[in-house]
Structures are given as structure tokens and as C-alpha cells.
């Protein structure tokens, strides 16, 4: 049912994703849809917990490789997953339904929780969001503004800048 309902915020959008229509998708009574999720800001936020169920590269313990890895596994999930539209979907809902806003908030931290643990070690505050922002933001912007998701050569591109802030300490 929960897969039925990010099918239907993909291809309707956040206003269609309703009980009585996971119910129809999923092929399942409304009253089942009902039972599991009476509330439907609870069915919202169970569907997008789906997405922290996503795999993710498997450190290897060479800092640059695994940041290229997971950068790949999230370019992956951006195709696969349709997340440039689950995205997009999830930052106007949460303006204009601010109740939405937890939501984002967690579906945002869990999908950054494997740059942000990788790099904690070598940053901390405003340089650590930084980083994440730069490498998060190369796949995000690419899909979104550009339609299109960034090439190998800009992944590890954008990694080295986020290495090169590394090895320069703050001013």
C-alpha cells in the first residue's frame, strides 16, 4: 500500500495521495487503507519513511571512493526512484501544508545521513552542511533544474572540491 501511495505522489502529486486512492492503486478496501492509516498525514509520512529504506553504498573505508559511491547510489535512486519528483512534490507540499515540514525534515536527514556520518570526522558545523549541501546539491540541482542527472566526471569533480575543503583548514 505505502509503494501504491509513492506511485500515486509521482505521477499526481501530494493532493491525490488520499486514502480512498492508495486504496484503488493498491487494489485493497478503502476500510483496509483506513484501518492501517486513519489519519492521512500518517500515510504521508509512512510512504516517504519508504524512501530511508533505500540502499546506499557500503563504505570501504577510502574517503573519496565512498563519497563517489554514495553519490552514485543517490543518482541511482534519483532514476529509479523518480526522487527528483518525489522532491519537488515534498518542498511545495511542506510550504504550503506546514505540517508537512517534519516530514521533509526527516526524509531530508535520512537521505544525508551517510554523506554527513562520512564526513563528520573531517568537519564540523557550517563546513560539514557545506559539504553536504555541495555534494547533495550536485545531484539534486542537476535533476531538477538542468532535467538531467550529473555525469561520473562532475560526481567525482564535486567530490574533490568537498576533499579539497578538507585538507584546507578554516580560516
Known amino acids: 500500500m505505502l509503494r501504491a501511495a509513492i506511485e500515486i505522489v509521482i505521477a499526481d502529486g501530494l493532493d491525490a495521495l488520499t486514502q480512498p486512492n492508495v486504496a484503488r492503486r493498491a487494489g485493497y478496501s478503502k476500510a483496509t487503507v483506513y484501518t492501517h492509516w486513519p489519519d492521512r498525514l500518517d500515510l504521508i509520512r509512512d510512504a516517504f519513511a519508504l524512501f530511508g529504506e533505500m540502499p546506499h553504498h557500503e563504505p570501504v573505508g577510502d574517503l ?3 563519497l563517489i559511491g554514495e553519490l552514485h547510489s543517490f543518482r541511482r535512486a534519483m532514476k529509479q526512484h523518480r526522487l527528483d519528483r518525489v522532491l519537488a512534490v515534498l518542498a511545495e507540499g511542506s510550504t504550503a501544508q506546514p505540517e508537512l515540514a517534519p516530514i521533509r525534515d526527516r526524509f531530508v536527514a535520512d537521505g ?4 554527513r556520518s562520512l564526513l563528520a570526522p573531517h568537519l564540523r558545523g557550517a563546513r560539514l552542511d557545506a559539504a553536504v549541501l555541495m555534494l ?3 545531484i539534486v540541482h542537476a535533476a531538477l533544474m538542468h532535467g538531467e ?16 575543503m578538507i ?5
Not at 542527472?149 to 579539497?164: F, K
Not at 585538507?167 to 580560516?171: H, N, Q, S
Open 64 to 66: 573519496r571512493a565512498d
Open 112 to 115: 544525508e545521513r551517510p554523506v
Open 136 to 138: 547533495s546539491g550536485a
Open 149 to 164: 542527472l550529473p555525469t561520473d566526471a562532475i560526481i567525482a569533480r564535486t567530490v574533490d572540491t568537498v576533499m579539497a
Open 167 to 171: 585538507e584546507t583548514p578554516p580560516r
